[in-house]
Nanobody, 119 residues
């Protein structure tokens, strides 16, 4: 089992920056992918950025050029550097890990961290 703990959310003005960090613990050897999703008010949870170990990160079109995903396999962390934040980025951000064990695939989720972009 993998546990995920997020940090770094908060209130920021439009145009500002924030960095979200997620630390994984538990059976971290089972992780093959990590990333971030978000759920804006009244909307479904959507992927923001994700990386499968050994490959390049992929991004939602709405954040390309503004957000950067970083994965440290040794430290079991994934970070999301968010620049040029807009009000549309306001959401609860969730860390996600894809895990595999004994041929079975599972998902692990953090509890979420609120990001509010407002003047």
């Amino acid at each position: 089992q993998v546990e995920l703990v997020e940090s770094g959310g908060g209130l920021v003005r439009p145009g500002g920056s924030l960095t979200l960090t997620c630390v994984a613990s538990g059976n971290t050897a089972s992780i093959y992918a990590m990333g971030w999703y978000r759920r804006a008010p009244g909307k479904q949870r959507d992927v923001v950025a994700h990386i499968r170990d050994g490959t390049f990160a992929t991004y939602a079109d709405s954040v390309k050029g503004r957000f950067t995903l970083s994965r440290d396999v040794e430290k079991n962390t994934v970070s999301l550097q968010m620049n040029s934040l807009q009000s549309e980025d306001t959401a609860v951000y969730y860390c996600h890990a894809g895990t595999t064990h004994g041929g079975r695939y599972s998902d692990a989720w953090g509890q979420g961290t609120q990001v509010t972009v407002s003047s």
